[in-house]
C-alpha cells in the first residue's frame, strides 16, 4: 500500500516570504501521480500543483513549484512570494497511474500553513 | 459552470441513525468518489462510482454506501451511525480518460452525538 507523510505538522511565514513543505511517499510503482492540495477554511479542496513521475522537469504554477525526487521518494512545494490567501492546510497527495481500481487519492495529514501580515 | 456541489452543508445525528449525503458532479464529470476527512486529518477514500456501480472502495465497513444515477449525481448512505463517524465527507468528480483531475466540493459536516 501506498504512504504519504508530511513532516511539518505547521509552519508559519512573513508575508511576501518563501516557504517550502515537506513530503515523501513510499511506492513500489514508477509511474504515479503526485499532487499538492490547498484545504483553506472553506475546506473546498483546491488543486495547487499536479507531477506526473515519469516528466523529469518539476512542474511549476505561477508562484508554486515543486521539487521532486524521484529516487529519494520526496515530493516538496515551494512558495514564493507568499500571500495572506495562501494560508491553509496543505496536503500532498499520490495517485497509481489510471487503471481499473487504481484510481483514488491518497493523503497525507497536512501542514498548517500560516501567512503573517 | 457549475462545480461540484453537495448537500447538506451540515448535519447533526443521532447514534444508531442513518444520513445520506448528496453530491453532484462537476459538468460534464461522470465518475465520483467520496472521502472522509476526521478532524485534523487527512481524506481517506471510501469508494467510488462510474457507470452507476461501485468501481472500488477504500477500507470502509459495510455501513458505508453509495449510488450513482444516471445523471452522475451521488449519493452516500451510513446506517447505525456511530461516533466516529462524525467527520467532512468530500465528494470529487472526475472524468474517465482525465482521472487524475479530481474536482472536490466543499464538503457535508456530519457529526454523530
Known amino acids: 500500500a501506498q504512504t504519504v507523510t508530511q513532516s511539518q505538522p505547521e509552519m508559519s511565514v512573513q508575508e511576501a516570504e518563501t516557504v517550502t513543505l515537506s513530503c515523501t511517499y513510499d511506492?513500489?510503482?514508477?509511474?504515479?501521480?503526485l499532487f499538492w492540495y490547498k484545504q483553506p477554511p472553506s475546506r473546498q479542496m483546491i488543486l495547487v500543483i499536479r507531477?506526473?513521475?515519469?516528466?523529469?522537469q518539476n512542474a511549476t504554477e505561477n508562484r508554486f513549484s515543486v521539487n521532486f525526487q524521484k529516487a529519494a521518494k520526496s515530493f516538496s512545494l515551494k512558495i514564493s512570494d507568499s500571500q495572506l490567501g495562501d494560508t491553509a492546510m496543505y496536503f500532498c497527495?499520490?495517485?497509481?497511474?489510471?487503471?481499473?481500481?487504481?484510481?483514488?487519492?491518497?493523503f497525507g495529514t497536512g501542514t498548517r500553513l500560516t501567512i503573517i501580515p | 459552470d457549475a462545480g461540484v456541489t453537495q448537500s447538506p452543508t451540515h448535519l447533526i445525528k443521532t447514534r444508531g441513525q442513518q444520513v445520506t449525503l448528496r453530491c453532484s458532479p462537476k459538468?460534464?464529470?461522470?465518475?465520483v468518489s467520496w472521502y472522509q476527512q476526521a478532524l485534523g486529518q487527512g481524506p481517506q477514500f471510501i469508494f467510488q462510482?462510474?457507470?452507476?456501480?461501485?468501481?472500488q472502495r477504500g477500507n470502509f465497513p459495510d455501513r458505508f454506501s453509495g449510488h450513482q444515477f444516471p445523471n452522475y449525481s451521488s449519493e452516500l448512505n451510513v446506517n447505525a451511525l456511530l461516533l466516529g463517524d462524525s467527520a467532512l465527507y468530500l465528494c470529487?468528480?472526475?472524468?474517465?480518460?482525465?482521472?487524475?483531475?479530481?474536482?472536490f466540493g466543499p464538503g457535508t459536516r456530519l457529526t454523530v452525538t
Open positions: 459538468s460534464g464529470h461522470d465518475t
Open positions: 462510482y462510474y457507470e452507476e456501480e461501485e468501481r
Open positions: 470529487a468528480s472526475s472524468l474517465q480518460g482525465r482521472i487524475y483531475e479530481q474536482y
Open positions: 507531477q506526473e513521475a515519469y516528466k523529469q
Open positions: 497527495a499520490f495517485m497509481k497511474p489510471p487503471n481499473f481500481g487504481n484510481e483514488k487519492l491518497t
Open positions: 511506492t513500489s510503482e514508477n509511474n504515479y501521480y
